[in-house]
């Protein structure tokens, strides 16, 4: 299971029954956070669903509030064009008593606006002062209609120049100017002059159902509250919450609150005020409902809006109803409070459960622990307790177990290795032993064939005599590098090679000697040796020991000859680097596997090709190069193309580094 907490293992936790809690506590926070989350979320969403749900079913209540005061207007304007005074005194040319008749029902029925036109659309009588008379109405479109027999309501838009005809009262109720409102779109207007009204037209017959003419009238809705009260005592029943009413209602004429209960900062109804701009740009601009959550003047409402079309369907204000967000912030809060407090009393008893658990699976562990412990330092008599028989008591029967066979089998690698140290020993001696004492007659019989073959002892008088002589001498030459190689890998693995440095130049000392001594070979193999870069090539000095660099060169340049194609080139190079000295020798040939530029450098390693099998080899000049460039602080490493060329490479410190 811990495999899946690998993350735990950067904390600084110093025991597995911490990690476990730790683990347990992780789960559980992780998985009460996102039920939390998770939780609250879909609450929060259901409580503002069902809060918008609710504003939905209050705006339809309120539309069934402000058409029924539309539908009133038009029934009392129907009844009253039926009656036999309205009719008659029409028919006879009675304007005074139309007049006063019109009046009183003006007053009666709270009218603003009550008036008669003749059968042209000529106003006969207004019904109130100054009782303006004479001009035509018959563009009104509410009164074209009537004067077709139809019987018309609805929410229109009364310029100031046709208020004052009915009354200078009413263009200075209409009068308005603009306050400004946070988030509301700006607009060039700072003022408004016209009116919004609930307008109806019903026609005048007489007995022979003649048109006689038509009365109109209406209510304007600016300033007037009557309509917006009523559906809050109705559709929210006045309900209040934390000193603010709770539910609201306003009416719009465009995006201008003319008849609201919406409070501004001063308590006061916020007439004047503008609506938001996003809502602005849905309701006004799109003909769409908005039912989401707004800035309504300075608090945030559950709200729904709806556009008001006068008769001609043009969009001419808003119809609005909203309700506090902050109750149901409220609610939301409470339940997020009520989540974290399960989730922390759930979070206290996990703990409690956790620490036991933790407890048990631990202290059998921890025994387990000290055993090991004990074991670490040679005392293979130790054994644990087993204290139940679930998968840790198992565990312990098969450390008790495991623990007999360790120390049997521990005993058994004592004999073994101590076996082992002594035939290491008599290798190496042997090794040391026999390359010594081949080292010094090889090297005789090197001198005397060198002789013979520089006519030094008397000429070679054909040329199979000179053929053997060179054969000869060859073959010392390669028995004399494997020897060198071997007292080079004894020195190594008994630990007794000596890195003496000096400050050297490195061509002149080190890759010189080696050119000069495999000169034969190179001529025997019609080799060509390039130096690259030369002239920095000798004048580059290093740290190094000088017997141990020639060694390296050797092994690298005896690869070359053996393994690069013959007639080939042989590249030597030198480059001086920012920290190192970086040396390089290339050969022409068939190059070395990707998957072994790293294998060449073991002990004993070779590569497995028949052209390789015929040139034989001990396997070891690469691992003492390598061993050598390592005890100096340097690197060494392969390139190659596989079928072209091959390039071994290493460096040297310039500080020195190494031993």
Not at 360 to 375: D, F, Q
Request: some cysteine; charged content about 30%.
């Amino acid at each position: 299971m811990w495999e899946k907490f690998k993350f735990l293992e950067g904390l600084p936790f110093r025991n597995l029954g911490t990690k476990l809690l730790f683990s347990f506590l992780l789960v559980v926070l992780a998985g009460g956070l996102a039920s939390t989350v998770i939780g609250t979320r879909m609450v929060g969403d259901t409580i503002m669903a069902e809060a918008q749900k609710k504003v939905r079913h209050d705006l339809d209540s309120a539309w069934m509030v402000y058409n029924e005061k539309l539908n009133r207007i038009q029934d009392v304007l129907h009844l009253t064009a039926k009656r036999d005074l309205i009719i008659r005194s029409l028919m006879g040319g009675q304007v005074e008593i139309l007049r006063r008749e019109m009046e009183r029902v003006r007053i009666d029925y709270g009218f603003d606006v009550l008036t008669i036109t003749d059968k042209n659309g000529v106003v006969l009588t207004r019904a109130r002062t100054p009782y303006q008379a004479g001009d035509f109405q018959g563009n009104d479109e509410l009164v074209r209609r009537a004067l077709k027999k139809e019987i018309v309501a609805s929410t229109e838009i009364i310029p100031q120049e046709e208020l004052a005809k009915e009354g200078p009262e009413l263009v200075r109720q209409v009068y308005m100017e603009f306050v400004p409102t946070p988030k509301a779109k700006e607009r060039p207007e700072t003022r408004e002059t016209s009116g919004m009204m609930l307008k109806a037209a019903v026609p005048i017959l007489d007995f022979n159902n003649n048109v006689l003419g038509v009365m109109y009238g209406g209510t304007l809705l600016n300033r007037n509250y009557e309509i917006v009260d009523k559906i809050r005592d109705i559709v929210f029943k006045g309900e209040r919450y934390k000193g603010k009413d709770k539910g609201t209602a306003t009416i719009f004429q465009w995006d201008l609150r003319i008849s609201t209960n919406v409070k501004d900062k001063s308590r006061l109804r916020a007439i004047g005020t503008r609506i938001a701009r996003d809502v602005y740009d849905q309701v006004l601009e799109n003909g769409r409902a908005w039912i989401d959550r707004a800035f309504v003047v300075n608090e945030w409402y559950i709200a729904a809006y709806e556009p008001i079309r006068n008769i001609k369907g043009e969009i001419i204000g808003i119809l609005y109803t909203g309700t506090l967000e902050e109750p149901y912030t409220d609610i939301r809060k409470n339940v997020i409070y009520s989540f974290f407090g399960v989730a922390f009393l759930g979070l206290v008893l996990v703990l409690f459960l956790a620490y036991f658990i933790t407890r048990s699976i631990t202290r059998p562990i921890g025994e387990l622990a000290k055993a090991t412990e004990v074991i670490a330092g040679g005392d293979f008599s130790h054994e644990v307790s087993i204290q139940s028989k679930d998968e840790v008591g198992h565990l312990a029967i098969s450390f008790n177990r495991m623990i007999r066979t360790l120390k049997v089998t521990m005993e058994e690698l004592y004999v073994v290795n101590n076996k082992l140290q002594d035939l290491n020993r008599h290798y190496l001696e042997m090794v040391g032993f026999i390359t010594h004492e081949l080292n010094q007659p090889m090297g005789v019989l090197k001198g005397f064939l060198i002789l013979l073959k520089d006519e030094a002892l008397g000429p070679l008088v054909n040329s199979n005599q000179k053929q053997a002589v060179s054969t000869m001498l060859r073959n010392v030459n390669a028995l004399i590098n494997m020897i060198q190689k071997y007292l080079q890998l004894g020195r190594i693995e008994s630990g007794r090679m000596e890195v003496n440095k000096v400050r050297m130049p490195i061509f002149a000392e080190a890759l010189s000697p080696i050119l000069e001594d495999e000169k034969q070979q190179l001529e025997a193999r019609k080799m060509e040796v390039v130096i690259d870069n030369e002239e920095a090539f000798r004048r580059a000095e290093g740290e190094a020991d000088p017997v141990l660099l020639r060694i390296v060169f050797s092994n690298l340049i005896g690869n070359a000859l053996k393994y690069g194609r013959e007639g080939g080139k042989i590249w030597c190079g030198f480059k001086d680097e920012p920290e190192e000295l970086l040396f390089y020798v290339k050969n022409e040939g068939q190059g070395i596997p990707g998957d072994k530029l790293t294998k060449v450098f073991e002990k004993f390693t070779r590569l497995q090709g028949e052209l390789e099998r015929r040139r034989g080899g001990t396997g070891l000049g690469l691992f003492n190069a390598k061993e050598i460039i390592d005890r100096h602080g340097g690197r060494i490493w392969a390139e190659s193309e596989e079928g072209k060329w091959a390039n071994f490479l290493f460096s040297l410190p310039k500080g020195g580094g190494g031993e």
